[in-house]
């Protein structure tokens, strides 16, 4: 029926709670300092919050780990009494969601710095509005919120798992801004570099829920290997959208990754079918006409279609760690869980 499957749309099973989320990160970016406000505030203001798929997957693995459902007095901000708070377990979960997206916020003000973008979710970036010193400060700003937010988690393992990312994000870029020719070509170098870009907030994050719920080392491991699996899955998709879409539907240029030099998925699946594609990656696309002789190479592919069949494979064993989790608590953990593995097949099949 309409309602049983409605019960399974992750996004509305915990929209209330990112509804929430995204207004508390709204007054968590605040500065006295007018032009700094300003620019940190900048991907928070209502509709440009992006598709909030990090909060949603959070909230959606902390539901998956409790006993009961959160009740309508765990979707309030924090601007009442403290005896009305929502239980401080499910607080924490949130503030995880929050620390997760002001992370991921702060990765790509630095990183349209890095790739000199103009565009970033169908608006300017706000390096092209302010410049890359002010981009670079407010992304810094960012990260700053996010300590102070996990410094006041109280839990040292949960600070561990989150300051990996940072290195992750860090040595993500660092691998792709330096990869050699042999790297250029490796599969599981793309993949490495994948984990460290996308899958390793996803992740770790994850594996924090699991943390702050008190689960033991193998729920963790398991958390921590669905975000993972889906993280990359995420990400080869991304990939197979930048040779696919438009760039009004992904709000940012189409074919950009070639156009900045980068073979992902796709095309290095491509490559083992046309090896005169190789050439024209180690060349980073730069000469004339190369993005378009690379894109009629990978149309006469099966490029496209092992990317998403990769892509397949990372999301079904993303579903398989939520199925070989401990018995759910409540049946709201099952639904929750179900929400899980209906966003795995979510990412396989999205546009933008
Ligand atoms: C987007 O990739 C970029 C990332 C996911 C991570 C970027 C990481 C850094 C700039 C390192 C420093 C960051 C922090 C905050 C520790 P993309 O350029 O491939 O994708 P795009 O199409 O979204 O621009
Ligand atoms: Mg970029
Ligand atoms: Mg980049």
Known sequence: SSHASSALEPFELVQGEVQIISERLRHSVVSNVPALRSSAEYFFRPGLEGKRLRPTLVMLMASSLSPGAPGPDMLEADLRPASQHAPELRRRHQRLAEIAELIHVASLLHDDVIDDAATRRGISSLNFNVGNKMAILAGDFLLARASVTLAALRETRVVELMSQVLEDLVTGEI????ATRDQLLDQEFYLQKTYCKTASLMSNSAKSIAVLSGESEDVCNAAASFGRHIGL????????????ASSSILGKPALNDMK?????????????????????????FKDSGDVHQAMGLIERSQGIQRARQLAEHHCFLASELIRGLPEAKSDHAKI??????NIAEKVLNRSK
Not at 336 to 341: I, S, Y
């Open 175 to 178: 691998m792709q801004m330096t």
């Open 260 to 284: 900045s030099g980068l073979a992902t998925a796709p095309v290095l699946l491509a490559a083992e079918e046309q090896p005169e594609l190789k050439a024209i990656i180690l060349r980073k």
């Open 233 to 244: 899955a995420f990400q080869i998709i991304d990939d197979v959208l930048d040779l696919t």
């Open 336 to 341: 929750c869980r179900a929400g899980l593995m």
